[in-house]
């Protein structure tokens, strides 16, 4: 395979950020197909136009997903990307990696494939980029058999579950993010790796409401940490902040100039629900009017810190624009536990609880969110045997097409109009 002309790519090389271009043509030195991969994407950027043929259905045996296909529309010009496939990989929880476990992965990827990897996908997962159908199986092989590592999800099943850091290195973590998302893929290997739901589902794990994994907008199901009891306040270190012998924000903002820290502009006053002050040089707060937004423990970490009783709120339904609307996940459950100590017990429970319904209501490629709209939050909540509570919604409905069940209904909805009529002459 040949060297091609990349006059567009090559603009791409200058620059401080890293360049992609620079990093395929050292690797096209020691794997030839990725001068392949230059020249389609040059092609690309010439017409404006993709050069991948549509679809593309290939995998390994006893599982429906993980692997992407994907044909160049124009292999007779680019041999080396006549099959392109992708492998999904499972990751550790939060990306923790040795060296020599990706040392290994690159080993393999190199002579099963292009060399060429995406560290990570959106999702979570390790995606290796480029390789030809007849060597999938002999690398899920060595994946399996050298490595112990197993493939991400594709399709419409359970996909890769990802999730923040958590406790392994931040202070606010609420549960052990890592554990749950761990012991959940284990726990859902067959969901995973063998499609048999209406549509794609994610799970993603966040120790805080500070989201740093963004379930709350990517993932069917949002495992998102809070706390049920008091902020926990070192007033010696608030006083630390106020006389300015630490950063705000743990030194966020210490390339501008912001003035010495105010704790009053910068803490109190913002304070989403107002329920803090100062008072004789303390800082207070009343825990039952805090939303735990963060914001106060954001500010000043060395002083504030979320509750000791950890747990976590759920929220389902996030999902992109197609079909019907991009949507945020839906707070559902407000508070459960999330530990190890009861193998994960309750989220396992509730999660279950959505697909035993989605499973058999859910139209063909209809996202949980969108059957939650189509069906409704309170036929929802029936479904999945929530208590409807207030903290279910951010205000009421403003339109009034309530509907009733008839048991709710005095004398229900049989009614005789010949009786009416006694009362009322036509
Ligand atoms: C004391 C006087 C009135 C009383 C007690 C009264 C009562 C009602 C009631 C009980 C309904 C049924 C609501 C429902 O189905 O949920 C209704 C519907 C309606 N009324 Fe009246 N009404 C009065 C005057 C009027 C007047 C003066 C007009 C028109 C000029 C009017 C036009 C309507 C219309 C168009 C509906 C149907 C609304 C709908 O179905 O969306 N009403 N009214
Ligand atoms: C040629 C004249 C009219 C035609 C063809 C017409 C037709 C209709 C139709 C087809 C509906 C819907 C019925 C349903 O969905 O069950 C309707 C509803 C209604 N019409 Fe008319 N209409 C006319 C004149 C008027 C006038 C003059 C008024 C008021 C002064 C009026 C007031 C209403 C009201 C209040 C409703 C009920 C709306 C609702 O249920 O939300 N209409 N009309
Ligand atoms: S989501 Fe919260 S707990 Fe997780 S890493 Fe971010 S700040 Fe820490
Ligand atoms: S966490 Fe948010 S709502 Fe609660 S006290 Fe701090 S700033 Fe106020």
């Not at 009891?229 to 912001?258: C, L």
């Not at 097409?401 to 006694?422: K, T």
């Amino acid at each position: 395979m040949a060297k091609h002309e990349t006059p567009l790519l090559d603009q791409l090389e200058s620059g401080p950020w890293p360049s992609f271009v620079t990093d395929i043509k050292r690797q096209a030195e020691k794997k030839p197909e990725c001068w392949d991969i230059l020249g389609i994407l040059e092609l690309s950027f010439k017409e404006r136009i993709t050069h991948w043929k549509h679809g593309g259905i290939v995998g390994v045996f006893g599982y429906g997903g993980g692997i992407v296909g994907r044909y160049a529309d124009v292999p007779e010009r680019f041999p080396g990307v006549e099959h392109f496939h992708t492998i999904r990989v499972a990751q550790p929880s939060s990306k923790y990696y040795t060296s020599k476990n990706l040392r290994q992965l690159m080993n393999l990827w190199e002579k099963h494939g292009s060399g060429m990897t995406n560290f990570h996908g959106s999702t979570g997962d390790v995606i290796l980029l480029g390789t030809r159908t007849e060597n999938l199986e002999p690398f899920f092989w060595d994946l399996t058999h050298e490595m112990g590592q197993d493939l991400g999800g594709s399709g419409s099943n359970l996909r890769t579950p990802a999730c923040c850091l958590g406790t392994s290195r931040c202070e606010w973590a609420c549960y052990d993010t890592q554990e749950a998302c761990h012991s959940l893929t284990m726990h859902y290997q067959d969901e995973i790796h063998r499609p048999a739901f209406p549509y794609k589902f994610k799970f993603k794990f966040s120790g805080c409401p500070n989201d740093c994994v963004a379930a709350i907008a990517r993932s069917d199901v949002a495992v998102i940490g809070t706390w049920k009891d008091d902020i926990r306040i070192d007033q010696a270190a608030v006083k630390g902040y106020m006389a300015n012998e630490f950063p705000a924000n743990g030194g966020a903002f210490i390339g501008r100039e912001w003035d010495a820290f105010d704790i009053q502009k910068e803490v109190i006053d913002l304070c989403p629900t107002n329920c803090m002050w100062m008072e004789d040089g303390e800082l207070k707060i009343d825990d039952a009017e805090c939303t735990r937004c963060m914001h106060c423990i954001n500010v000043m970490p060395r002083a504030l810190r979320p509750g000791a009783q950890g747990g976590a709120s759920i929220c389902v339904g996030a999902k992109a624009p197609i079909l019907d609307g991009a949507q945020f996940a839906t707070l559902i459950l407000p508070f459960i536990p999330v530990t190890k100590d009861n193998d994960f017990e309750e989220l396992i429970e509730f999660i279950e609880s959505i697909w035993d319904w989605w499973m058999e209501i859910g139209k063909n490629r209809e996202r949980v969110g969108e059957t939650m709209q189509r069906v409704g939050l309170p036929t929802f909540l029936r479904a999945v045997g929530v208590e409807a509570l207030p903290q279910h919604v951010k205000y009421p409905r403003e339109n009034p097409y309530v509907f009733w069940n008839e048991e709710e209904v005095e004398g229900g909805f049989e009614r005789d109009v010949q009786e009416f009529r006694a009362r009322h002459a036509a």
